[in-house]
């Protein structure tokens, strides 16, 4: 470009910015918008009769450079690319553009044209390769006559073009109309600032006629401008939308026969985009067109976590440094669509390097359940709550997502956190933590891992390394509440029996049919294995009894499920070897030691009446040689000291192997020929006479479900099932009790007054003798939530009776144990939501005795019930309770303010969610917005 000539300074200070504006907007129309264009006109005549009609809004020294170029060796397109840039360049420097008046869409197209059309006459000047070719740009100028230029003309337009558009894109108003000429543009200043120049010849050295001769002056120079450019494609990249510098640098890259060094320039700055802070994002957004679709992108997709999971660059660990934290960024954003992206690019890493996966994606996930705990004597939190809570909810994503899109990562990853994160669970799956359901997933996806499911069972269940356990399972952690109700951990060691590890555990497989079968068959195998090693030196012999006493818990627990039985009706070898081993070696013991082992009979005794279930219930095809060999082995019980209930229960056994399964006559049968077939309710009434506790049970579950069948057996004769149930709350074995209990609650719908006023007055006596009282507080607190769930199924009845049922749950405040007085509370609770919160009266009384156990119960248990009651209360009656209580609420208010200095810091927080609730009441009600009614009233006709 030729420098402005010094006079225009003269044009310039008199003449108004926006009037020049406007003259270059008019001369760009007119140099873009000349449509009528004949084939038959030669094309650069064409053009210097449109630069005609620019010549009197340019200055005269423009206009003679302009004319000049157009008469040079007839170069009218070199001419009018001059007059083009001239008027971008005007349009650029006026102060126009820099108010806040903005551009019409006359003024916008002509702009836009006029860039379109310097970009076309670059583009012929780039080198063979470099970005795409004028014939897919502009189909039109690839069918003009080729311009005779040379090497060095070719690089001073494209430079004159690329510093021209440079110019505009500085302005935010004319960037949108340089936006779709990018990839161009990008093209145009990376030969720039990249293209190998040509070594400087010797002054010495000849050229023949026009050839170009590169010197040293001229090399120099344009390796200063090469710098230039280079700094100016940097900072033109930073100023672009990501995506589209990743879109148009993959399509320079992609372009058949590119030059080396162009590729591997392209290259180089496609890797620092992509390591670029969300660099990932800018990569799939510029494959999927600005928007991601599952279905239609997921063969880009999967190509692009290849891509990225593929070490770029020099150096890789940098590289991966980059991805992985990217990675980690994008998992815990909210979008689904990142986490879609983020599932395929860590499988693909994982798959492509396990190593640095686990090192940089997984660890770092895992950290606050993979940390050691050492021995301190002060109380430390090692890990906050939002520190726990993170991991769990990035574990469920990359782990137990359930959509269709994901691919998740293999469960085997997780083993190295399985005893950790267990502990928490055991910790959370009787609360309301808000992530519970994500670690159940969680454990149940580790625990359906074939390969270490054994060892986990062993692992989880007794909590200390074995010999046999080959895999690494984690460390032991103690997870406490924080102050926000979230898990946090802490340093202090605290103490977990086996008994609840082994409840939580079946609490965790209970609903999988697999996975309680496989529970079963562990145990059954892990007993055996106990009962051969009991009499090795050196044991723990306590250990092994409370092991043993889990064991056999579960076990009976397990055998009354339908699933487990249906499972060893179908392949009944593993109960059928457990169960030969266990009498041999009780005989064995019994030779050796003259005495009983009381855990040994309960196991046998269950295992024995799961055999008998089978039985029983046996198929057509079965094998009896298995059978054979179990009767074989009972036949030696005869001679060892066994109880009364375990020898008939084995002669039972024995005579149904023996007749092939078939039943024994039962000792009372009716021989009259009116005797009808036997039912179901006679079933259940045979065997509530039974003098075998377990059948007396079995008797009294089967008519509970023959109750809530409305069985027509059971209808006809409730008065009867009403007084069985009655005298078997009397028993003093638990399991017989609740299962009357239980049927008493199934009863309801029949008797509802009766059965309600007896589990009343039975809850009642007992709290009234609970010193004396042998029965457990959870058994208490049983027929509470019974009641709870009696009056539940009443439905609109309810109200009915809630006079005797809230008298019989503050009664049950007043009981020795706080576990009773805790569940009374957490009772009376939910029964004033069933209620509706319409108690009457008696709320006065409700209120005065929370109100009392807030301020002089011991227990801090007892004292959050308290104030759980009291928040669902307000919560419930809302304004009503302002107005219909008055002053009886301000001795509650007073005691829950004597809290906010308690030392239970959940009692504190309950307490203050309960002010929260007194402070919206009375908002509430000063502040209630008034109600715009109107009331309309039809008047009787006067006679």
Not at 154 to 182: A, G
Request: charged share 25%.
């Amino acid at each position: 470009m030729a420098a402005i000539p010094t006079f225009l300074y003269i044009y310039y200070t008199f003449t108004p910015p926006k009037n020049r504006a406007m003259d270059c907007f008019e001369g760009l129309s007119i140099l873009t918008s000349n449509e009528k264009r004949s084939s038959d006109v030669d094309f650069d005549a064409m053009l210097s009769h449109i630069l005609q009609g620019v010549y009197h809004l340019v200055p005269d020294e423009v206009e003679c450079d302009i004319k000049k170029t157009s008469n040079d060796e007839n170069k009218p397109r070199e001419a009018f690319l001059q007059a083009i840039l001239y008027f971008l360049n005007e349009i650029r420097n006026t102060k126009y553009l820099d108010g806040d008046t903005s551009l019409g869409v006359k003024q916008l197209n002509s702009l836009k044209r006029g860039i379109e059309i310097a970009i076309s006459m670059m583009i012929p000047c780039l080198l063979p390769g470099v970005g795409v070719g004028i014939q897919y740009m502009c189909p039109r100028a690839a069918q003009l006559p080729a311009e005779q230029l040379t090497d060095f003309q070719k690089y001073e337009r494209l430079s004159n073009v690329v510093k021209t558009i440079l110019n505009c894109f500085d302005e935010s108003t004319m960037r949108p109309t340089i936006l779709p000429q990018i990839g161009s543009l990008l093209a145009a200043l990376i030969q720039l600032s990249t293209v190998p120049l040509t070594k400087p010849c010797n002054e010495s050295e000849n050229s023949s006629g026009n050839t170009f001769r590169m010197t040293a002056v001229i090399y120099n120079q344009l390796k200063r401008e090469q710098e230039q450019f280079r700094v100016s494609l940097l900072s033109l990249i930073d100023k672009l939308p990501q995506s589209t510098v990743v879109k148009e640098l993959m399509i320079i890259l992609g372009v058949r026969h590119a030059p080396c060094w162009l590729r591997r320039e392209t290259q180089r700055l496609l890797i620092s985009r992509i390591m670029k802070p969300n660099g990932i994002v800018a990569l799939v957004l510029s494959m999927c067109d600005d928007g991601l679709d599952s279905g239609a992108h997921w063969a880009k997709l999967d190509v692009i976590a290849k891509l990225i999971a593929t070490p770029q660059g020099t150096d890789p660990d940098i590289y991966y440094n980059s991805i992985c934290s990217q990675l980690l960024n994008l998992l815990e954003s909210k979008g689904k669509d990142s986490l879609i992206v983020t599932s395929l690019c860590m499988n693909a890493l994982y798959a492509r390097n396990p190593t640095v996966f686990t090192k940089q994606i997984l660890n770092p996930i895992m950290e606050p359940l993979l940390i050691t705990v050492g021995k301190s004597e002060t109380m430390e939190v090692l890990r906050t709550e939002i520190e726990v809570t993170k991991c769990v909810e990035n574990l469920s994503k990359c782990f137990t997502s359930n959509g269709a899109e994901f691919k998740c990562l293999p469960s085997k990853l997780l083993c190295v956190i399985a005893v950790p994160l267990f502990r928490l669970y055991t910790k959370a799956y009787r609360t309301v933590y808000l992530h519970r359901k994500n670690l159940e997933q969680l454990m149940l996806l580790l625990l359906r891992e074939e390969s270490m499911q054994a060892d986990l069972f062993a692992i989880l269940l007794v909590q200390h390394r074995s010999n046999h356990v080959e895999h690494d399972f984690g460390n032991n952690l103690t997870f406490r509440f924080g102050p926000n109700g979230e898990f946090e951990v802490t340093n202090q060691v605290e103490y977990i029996s086996c008994d609840e590890f082994g409840d939580c555990l079946l609490h965790l497989v209970q609903n999988d049919k697999i996975l309680s079968y496989n529970l079963f068959c562990y145990l059954l195998e892990s007993l055996s294995r106990l009962n051969e090693n009991c009499h090795c030196k050196n044991k723990d012999i306590a250990h092994d009894m409370e092991v043993k006493l889990v064991y056999a818990k579960l076990l009976s627990i397990l055998a009354d499920t339908h699933a487990i039985q249906e499972a060893y009706i179908r392949n009944p070898q593993h109960i059928l070897l457990f169960v030969i081993s266990l009498v041999e070696d009780k005989s064995a013991n019994d030779k050796e030691n003259g005495n009983e082992i009381g855990i040994e009979f309960d196991i046998l005794y269950i295992s024995l009446m799961l055999v008998k279930f089978i039985l029983e219930n046996k198929r057509k095809s079965i094998d009896w040689k298995p059978f054979d060999k179990l009767a074989t082995a009972l036949g030696k019980l005869k001679s060892c000291r066994t109880s009364t209930e375990l020898s008939t229960l084995a002669k039972e056994v024995t005579n149904l192997i023996k007749t092939k399964g078939a039943l024994a006559r039962p000792r009372y049968q009716d021989l009259s020929e009116s005797n009808e077939k036997v039912t179901e309710f006679d079933k259940a009434i045979h065997d509530l006479a039974d003098p075998l506790l377990p059948v007396r049970a079995h008797g009294l579950m089967l008519l509970t479900k023959l109750v809530e069948r409305s069985d027509h057996d059971v209808i006809a004769q409730k008065d009867i099932v009403l007084c069985l149930f009655q005298e078997n709350l009397k028993h003093e074995d638990s399991f017989i009790y609740l299962s009357a209990i239980n049927g008493l609650a199934a009863l309801a719908s029949a008797y509802p007054e009766k059965v309600i006023e007896v589990l009343v007055h039975e809850f009642i006596d007992i709290t009234s003798a609970s010193k004396e009282s042998t029965i457990s507080p959870d058994t208490r607190a049983k027929i509470g939530e019974i009641l709870v769930k009696v009056t539940r199924s009443l439905g609109e009845l309810a109200p009915t009776y809630k006079n005797i049922l809230i008298n019989g749950f503050l009664c049950g405040t007043r009981d020795v144990d706080p576990l009773v007085r805790t569940s009374s509370l957490s009772c009376l609770g939910e029964l004033c939501k069933v209620l509706g919160y319409r108690l009457g009266n008696i709320i006065v009384e409700v209120i005065f005795c929370i109100g009392s156990i807030i301020k002089t119960d011991k227990i801090a248990e007892c004292r959050r019930a308290g104030v759980m009651v009291t928040t669902l209360l307000l919560q419930g009656l809302g304004k009503a309770a302002l107005i219909s209580l008055g002053n009886d609420l301000v001795p509650l208010y007073r005691a829950l303010l004597s809290l906010q200095h308690d030392e239970d810091s959940v009692l504190r927080l309950h307490a203050q969610l309960a002010l929260n609730e007194f402070d919206d009441i009375v908002r509430d009600f000063l502040f209630s917005k008034p109600k715009l009614e109107k009331s309309i009233f039809v008047l009787e006709p006067t006679v």
